[in-house]
């Protein structure tokens, strides 16, 4: 079988693409942290523009085109 690639999160490893097992057969596996959201780092790009964008969603701004120098580089 090949290696599959997960995100584990919550108790659970999500796989990054299908896996072709059936439905609740038990598996073995030995993880191997590739990345983790807990080195300093703040994760992949996509999942900080998911972060700004839930910012902004629970803010109520209906207008945030009108804020967007704010997390620019050099602005003020």
Not at 22 to 37: A, H, L, N
Not at 38 to 57: I, K, P
């Amino acid at each position: 079988m090949a290696t599959i690639h997960a995100t584990y999160e919550a108790g659970v490893f999500r796989p990054h693409s299908p896996v072709n097992l059936p439905d609740r057969c038990e598996v073995e596996f030995e993880p191997k942290v590739i990345r983790s959201s807990g080195d300093g780092s703040n994760g992949s790009g996509l999942e900080q523009v998911y972060e700004v964008l839930a910012e902004r969603y629970k803010s109520g701004e209906s207008d945030v085109a009108a804020r967007h120098n704010e997390h620019q580089p050099g602005a003020r």
